[in-house]
């Protein structure tokens, strides 16, 4: 079995590194915060003390972090794996980042025989936890293929998309529809709500009709029940949505339903709820 290691312990890649070790992988881990470390050494993992120090004892390296800047410094910083990976190396990016950072990052990484795949995933905590996520994945067909098995401990959906990029402009695609859903729901919860109708038998009937959907399923229930625990933190998702408005504004496209559901993210941000869950929004709309 390849090894494999693995950056980016938070809500998401603990429960994703956890079930690698699980399933038999020797997996190599960094992380910023030594708590964050500590469950994954009781499974048997082996932390080490940066990228750099990590990266030649694996021949798959996972990165999930939260933006840009991050995967940059953990691949190509000064610390990072670019310096001392070893050729053939695979490096599988399930971090949200805009599409031409990757590209610039692949053919970076490429300079020292270094593959890449941008894989990001949706599916959420519950999604990592249970291994069963969906991962869009750009980058070679050839390179995927030689790592599919570990991405099969990860998830259930994974679609080869394209060249690198195109995993992030999928991922885009994800986070425009579920952003704008849980508008949406939020939306029609208010007005029912104004009405003075009960929203769980509005959601019930919803359930079973054309309006039923996975986000109706999983926001509209933690808005009926006032739970906002991030599964997917508000901050997170207006950081995406701003990447895919960005990715928008050089394409010369206008996306104006994903614009206002940006403005409520940035809303709900600034009124103090960066770690609430995104269907929070409900709480701003």
């Not at 708590?35 to 499974?43: F, K, M, N």
């Not at 599988?92 to 020292?112: C, G, H, P």
């Amino acid at each position: 079995m390849q090894a494999i290691g693995f950056i980016g312990l938070g809500i998401m890649g603990k429960p994703m590194a956890l079930n690698l070790l699980r399933a038999g992988y020797a997996v190599s881990i960094y992380a910023r915060r030594p708590d964050a470390a500590s469950p994954l050494i009781a499974e048997g993992a082996k932390a080490y003390s940066s990228p750099e120090e990590l990266a030649p004892h694996a021949d798959v390296i996972i990165t999930i972090v939260s933006d840009t800047a991050d995967v940059e410094e953990v691949l190509l910083g000064k610390s990072g794996i670019i310096h001392s990976a070893k050729p053939n190396t695979i490096v599988i990016d399930m971090s949200t980042i805009a599409a031409i950072a990757t590209q610039r990052i692949a053919a970076q990484l490429a300079t020292k025989l270094i593959h890449m795949l941008d894989a990001p995933v949706s599916g959420g905590e519950q999604g990592a936890i249970q291994g069963t996520l969906s991962i869009m994945v750009g980058g070679k067909a050839d390179i995927l293929e030689k790592v599919r098995p570990i991405l099969d401990v990860l998830g259930k959906n994974i679609v080869h998309i394209g060249d690198h990029g195109s995993g992030q402009i999928a991922k885009a695609c994800n986070q425009i529809m579920i952003s704008e859903a849980i508008v949406a729901i939020s939306e029609a919860f208010h007005l029912a709500k104004a009405s003075g109708v009960d929203l769980a038998k509005v959601r019930e009937a919803l359930l079973g009709g054309s309006a039923n959907s996975r986000a109706l399923e999983v926001y509209g229930k933690r808005i009926l029940e006032n739970d906002y625990n991030p599964g997917f933190k508000a901050s997170l998702h207006r950081k995406d949505m701003h990447l895919v408005l960005e990715q928008a504004h050089q394409l010369g496209i206008e996306l104006p339903a994903a614009n206002y559901a940006t403005n409520c993210l940035d809303r709900l941000v600034m009124k103090g709820h960066p770690d609430l869950d995104s269907s929070a929004v409900y709480l701003v709309t």
